[in-house]
Structures are given as C-alpha cells and as structure tokens.
C-alpha cells in the first residue's frame, strides 16, 4: 500500500502547505482548519514512508524530499486544472462572456450585438461591464477589451481599434447664435463635462491635455459637470447640457445621427489602443473564434472609415 498513490485530497494539502511553508495558511486556502491540513501532511508523511516538512519553533521548511515532490505535485495539479477547465468548456454550451469596461460596452460593443446575433443566432453572449481589470481564468470570462498603453498590453493581446479625441456637443448648443462654437476658444462660453476616473487611474484623455494641445491652456470655461461613467458624459451632451469631449470610435452612430456633431476640425489621436484578450482555455471554443473573428472585422471596418475621413493626425499632448 505504501507504493500506491496518495488521494488528491492529501495532494492538494500538501501543495497549499508547501506553497505557504504554513499550515494555517494554507487552512484558509482550503477553507479547512489548521489541525486538518496538519493531519493531512502526517497522513501523506506516513502513506509516502518519508518527511516532507521540518518542523521548527516559528517556522516551516521542506525536506529534500519534499521539495523534489511539490515541484511534481505544483505542476501535476495545474495540469489537472487546465485540462479540466479546457474540458468543461469544450462540453457546455454556455454564452461567450466578455468583459469590457462600462462605456465601451454602452457605446461600441453593445449597439453592434445584432449584428452578431444575425450572423450566429444560436450563439448566446453575456456582457460583463466592469471598469476594474478582472482575472480571466478565476472568473471563467472567455475574452476581455482593454485600453491602455500599446507597452501596457500582453504578448497575445490583438490590437482591436484606436481613439481620436474631440469636442462634441448637440446641435442646438453648437449653432446657438448667441455662443457661437466656431473655435477653440469659444469653449469659454461653455459648459464643459468631465468624465472623472473613480480609480482616479484611467488612461483618459481630460479637457485639460486637450485644451493644452490646441494651445488654449488658460481658457476658463462657463461652468462644469462632472460624472463618474463616461456614457453619462455622453447623454449629458446629447441633452444640450455642455461641451463633452467625443472618443472616436465610441460616438460613431451618436454623430452618424446628427444626435451628437463636433464643432471644430481639430482631434487629438491618443496613442492608448483598445485591445482584445482571448484566455488561453477558452481558444479551442467554436463560438468563442466566431466571436473574436466577428469583433476584429467590425473594428477593422471602422478604422478603414476613421482613415478614410481622416486628412490629418495629431499625436497625444504628454500630460
């Protein structure tokens, strides 16, 4: 008996015990008491024939031996855990997640589903809008579209679509004859709505950086508001309530409309990028290519129109 195999169970608390060199925390990854992971390092000591742990006052060190198998037993289970994880997938039939951050989602992402839908109508797809980075794996998330720096980005993220920046407003603000909106420096007439970062961490372009590159630092506006979600930028500017600025590609069907127009011909194109991440295990899903094929080709065809429409480009102000 001692030759054969020790169970899963024993395995799993020695490699949570050799991973925290302490009983009591790997306890509490297991979510079990102290004195249970203890029996289970005496069980597997006294099944395997040999010490894996040296006990000391105030610490905890593996034995030769017991470095040589947590090497083996660390790798065995995250074998376990992709094959699992690569196997559910493949046999389920649930939706594609993605998870995106809140305005992409509103305003690029959502608006294009249908047309997704009329290409694989039997796909079913779940939205996951959430400002905060989140673990792909530990959240069973298929994909992920992230912005951010073009060196901030993974070795396998894809490029997806960049962003220009510029001011928008309704059409009844920009052509009030008593505010004209025909230069930069009207904008001081103007109310003007921030979009604030919660995390106070996004990559986002403010009015300050803007008004800074087309060489009006100093211009005080009419007034402010100030929202902490970028699409309440948006419907703010769609009511005539301000000034915004507009983040091509987001604000396409919004001045395709005429809901939204941009007074001035001047942009700035941000070098952040958006960029798609597919999770390792979630590649092999029929559903999950078809998505990822369908999302690269709508921002392929946006950015052929942005260039098309585009005579002229201005790189990001440093902050």
């Not at 389920?92 to 290409?119: C, E, G, I, N, Q």
């Not at 109508?121 to 998330?141: F, G, Q, W």
């Not at 709505?193 to 106070?200: C, G, I, K, T, V």
Request: proline fraction near 7%.
């Amino acid at each position: 008996m001692r030759h054969s195999s020790p169970s899963l169970d024993l395995l799993r608390g020695f490699d949570a015990a050799a991973r925290h060199l302490s009983f009591t925390q790997a306890a509490a990854e297991l979510h079990v008491t102290q004195s249970a992971v203890s029996r289970q390092i005496k069980a597997l000591e006294e099944h395997l024939g040999f010490k894996l742990f040296r006990r000391l006052n105030r610490a905890l060190l593996l034995t030769e031996e017991g470095q040589a198998l947590a090497q083996v037993v660390a790798a065995a289970l995250a074998d376990i855990e992709r094959a699992i994880n690569r196997l559910s997938v493949l046999a389920d039939d649930r939706p594609v997640t993605v998870t995106t951050t809140v305005s992409f989602a509103a305003l690029w992402l959502v608006p294009r589903l249908a047309r997704f839908r009329a290409a694989y109508p039997h796909t079913d797809i779940r939205i996951d809008a959430n400002n905060e980075y989140v673990d792909l794996e530990r959240s069973r998330i298929d994909l992920a579209v992230r912005f951010c720096n073009p060196g901030a980005a993974t070795a396998d993220a894809l490029p997806l679509i960049g962003e220009d920046v510029f001011p928008v407003a309704s059409p009844t603000l920009a052509r009030d004859p008593a505010r004209p909106l025909k230069r930069p420096s009207d904008l001081g007439s103007h109310v003007l709505l921030h979009y604030e970062d919660p995390r106070l961490a996004g990559p986002w372009l403010t009015w300050p950086e803007w008004l800074q590159a087309l060489k009006v630092p100093d211009l005080r506006p009419a007034g402010a508001l100030r929202f902490s979600h970028y699409d309440q930028v948006i419907r703010a500017a769609i009511d005539g309530e301000g000034v915004a600025l507009g983040r091509a590609p987001l604000l396409e069907r919004y001045l395709a409309s005429g809901e939204l127009i941009a007074p001035f011909r001047s942009r700035v194109t941000v070098n952040r990028k958006y960029f798609l991440i597919v999770a390792p295990w979630a590649r092999e899903r029929p559903s999950v290519r078809h998505f990822v094929e369908w999302l690269l080709a709508e921002a392929q065809s946006q950015s052929d129109t942005r260039s098309a429409e585009t005579t002229s480009a201005r790189k990001e102000p440093r902050p």
